[in-house]
Each structure stands twice: as C-alpha cells, then as structure tokens.
C-alpha cells in the first residue's frame, strides 16, 4: 500500500467504520456462520490484489489497527453494503447488539 506521503505499508489491520459484523469465534453457531457469510463478501466486494481506497482514518483502540471507511474498486463503501446486506450492523461504539438469537 502506497500512502499519500509516499511511504510504503506491507500490510494494516482495517476495522469498518461504523459497522459492526459477526466474529468468527462468536458465541452460538449463527453468529459463526453470519460472521464466514461475511468474511466471503467481502472478499467479493474487495478481492486480494484490488484496488481500494480509506478514508477517515483513525487509530483504533487496539494497536496495530485503524478504523476507517473503505471503499471498493467502484466507488462503494463495503461497511454499508454489508449492513444493507444484513451482514452488519451501524455500529457508533459502546454496547454491540448480539447476533445470537
């Protein structure tokens, strides 16, 4: 990844901004399951070797990650895709709904 400053990025952990999604070790079976329906989106919606954009760009409260929007190769925020598509939810901090029902 080539930054604006011309500095090169191996690799970065990105969180969606603003989106929520299922974890893959979650806590019941549906959470699981949403969670691979998810991670298969988005490897749809942004393959490896894309091009991607970020945006709003922020360090994340773990090391080593940043939140940010990101946007596939058409244009498209991929977080709003996934909520639109029921594999996330509008996430703004604090509490996360359960996917387990």
């Known amino acids: 990844m080539l ?3 011309g500095d090169r990025v191996k690799s970065v952990s990105v969180r969606l901004r603003n989106v929520d999604t299922p974890e893959l070790h979650g806590q019941c079976d549906a959470e699981i399951k949403m969670a691979n329906s998810a991670k298969q989106r988005l490897g ?3 393959p490896v070797g894309s091009n991607i954009e ?3 760009i922020k ?3 773990y090391a080593g990650r940043i939140d ?3 946007f596939d190769s058409r244009g498209r925020d991929v977080g709003t895709i996934l ?3 029921k594999l996330g939810h509008s996430y703004s901090g604090g509490k996360r709904k359960s996917w387990c029902k």
Do not use: P
Request: glycine share 0%.
């Open 59 to 61: 360090d994340d409260k």
């Open 3 to 5: 930054l604006n400053n």
């Open 54 to 56: 970020i945006k709003n």
């Open 83 to 85: 909520i639109k598509e």
């Open 44 to 46: 749809e919606l942004i």
């Open 68 to 70: 940010a929007n990101v």
